[in-house]
């Protein structure tokens, strides 16, 4: 009976520390350059043959997306902050007429987001977002309707806009708002802070329990904070 007592013990063991080194272990690097299969958005001729509409592109260098959630980490208070540069999207704007604007789908590599703890990085990769799968690596947003512009570029600074779109993570999609700021610093940037709050369980994300963490709220901040130069055609 011992022996067997014994055995059953070094089995649970031997579960427990390879779940942890499962968890532990470095997130999947990306697959691609956020740029790579991102959509490209091209200006049409007019009638005339001009192109009235400007092509800005994100840039990784000067933007940054996070997610913060509230939790109770071994009793304390503690918000959940995790960033990432890799995100990727395309605008195009006529600078006489705002109402004439697109943005393509944005992408976001969700295996690089970072926290504070390498630990909390593989869980939200494999257990969270499963992001390590290849068909969720990223998250994706596409907008459908922009309000709050002016008529014209001369008339935008610090503009406050709703961004409507769908949203995609780890496969689940659904429709939300992002509330926020537009100003175009000059012909070549764009500058855009947009911010919603959704429910993680909406997307069909789990998150694992354990033994120091308590009362992680259902709710979620998404923000971006995004640079947009001009593309030289």
Do not use: C
């Not at 869980?123 to 002016?150: H, M, N, V, Y």
């Amino acid at each position: 009976m011992r022996k067997i007592i014994l055995g059953i013990i070094i089995l649970v063991i031997i579960i427990v520390l390879g779940a942890v080194a499962y968890v532990a272990r470095p997130p999947k690097s990306a697959t691609e350059d956020i740029q790579t299969g991102t959509e490209v958005l091209t200006p049409k001729e007019n009638e005339s043959g001009s192109q009235n509409l400007t092509h800005y592109r994100i840039s990784q260098d000067a933007s940054e997306v996070e997610f913060n959630i509230n939790e109770v980490l071994r009793g304390e208070d503690f918000t959940v902050v995790g960033k990432t540069n890799q995100i990727a999207g395309d605008i195009l704007l006529e600078r006489d007429n705002l109402s004439n604007v697109e943005v393509g789908t944005i992408r976001i590599n969700a295996r690089t987001l970072k926290t504070d703890n390498p630990n909390r990085d593989g869980a939200i990769s494999r257990i969270i977002l499963k992001s390590e799968q290849d068909q969720f690596e990223f998250i994706e947003f596409e907008p459908t309707s922009i309000t709050g512009l002016p008529k014209t570029a001369d008339e935008m600074t610090k503009t406050g806009v709703k961004i409507t779109g769908n949203l995609t993570i780890a496969g689940a999609t659904k429709e939300v708002t992002f509330n926020g700021f537009l100003n175009l610093l000059s012909e070549e940037q764009i500058s855009i802070f947009v911010q919603t709050t959704i429910l993680y369980k909406d997307f069909n994300l789990t998150i694992p329990e354990v033994p120091f963490v308590a009362n992680v709220e259902d709710e979620v901040i998404l923000k971006a904070n995004i640079n947009a130069f001009r593309v030289v055609e």
